[in-house]
């Protein structure tokens, strides 16, 4: 689980970049016009932020286990 | 009603004065109470015959920001002692890098899980939602729709009440999946006339919270979403043709603040003792007459 919360992180981290500079357009508004994504670009980033926590209780809990 | 216009041509704002105090204290009033504000600022608008009021106007985009984020403040402020015990438990349970069993801690985490359906859903679907939706008679219907919902959450709800294995809980004692499950009837609001609160309230009935509980949890809620929703929208205050007058901005957030506030007080006095159906019967009556007067060509 530690691994798929942090590869998540990064997935969400670099969609948010992409989304960002306007190089993916899936589910905007602007459809295929490459605008930049600021909407999409905080959420994809929110959401990294919330799997590097959920990655910080996994550390935590393998560390209490051992 | 239109926008009165300077000697030199330019509008001088394509909102009027009333026009500002109406739709301040109808987001005020409506954002909380289960009636759908969305709803009710497509069909009084509408009901009114206000041509300069509709989401093409940059202006009107622009006051319903600030009139959101007076709403949003409002949330905060009212419940800003349980927001500061929520925000440093949630620090401390990060920074400790576990879950404890403290009630703020736990109430937070719900809090975070389940804004994450409806945050996802309004970011990809808010867009084309309101643009397949965002005329007068489909409000209605939704808003029609919307007390329906509210009269069956209820009935669910006695049902439950009748079963002995079940029994009412505190917020805290929800499980994750149904805080999720809280926040997806959320989402629901994205169509014009489904209520944030309505919905998330009936969800909330449904994973066995009190009327009072269901209704905190719904606020508590719908606080970060529409916070954010509203810093996200702040773009439309500095857009091309936004001819935002800053005091008739302050008033129209302020008096939306105060609505907020007073209507947030309200509610969570009226909920200790009574129920839905009013609001449920409210958006029926309402919902089919707009929709009537929609059919008839009646408004605009």
Redesign the interface.
Known sequence: MKLLALLLALVFFVLGVFYGLGKINF?T?SGTAHTHH???L??CW??AL?CL?WY??Q???D??RR | MGGAVRPGGVPKCSVTDLQVLILALLQGVSELFPVSSLGHTILVPALLHWTNVHRSNPTFLAFVVVLHLGTALALIVYYRARWSAIARALVASVIRGRLSSGRDERIGWLLVVGTIPVGILGVLLESPVRDLFGSPAPAALFLALNGLVMFAGEALRRRQLGDPQRADKPIEHMTFAQSVFVGFAQSFALLPGISRSGASMVAGLLCDLDHEDAAEFSFLLATPVIFAASLLETRYLVAPGAHIVLAQAIAGGCVAAVAAYLSVAFLMRYFKTNDLRPFGWYCLVVGVGCFILSKRGLLS
Do not use: G, P
């Open positions: 589910l508004k600021i909407s999409h905080v959420l929110i959401l919330l926590i910080r209780f550390s935590s809990a560390t209490v």
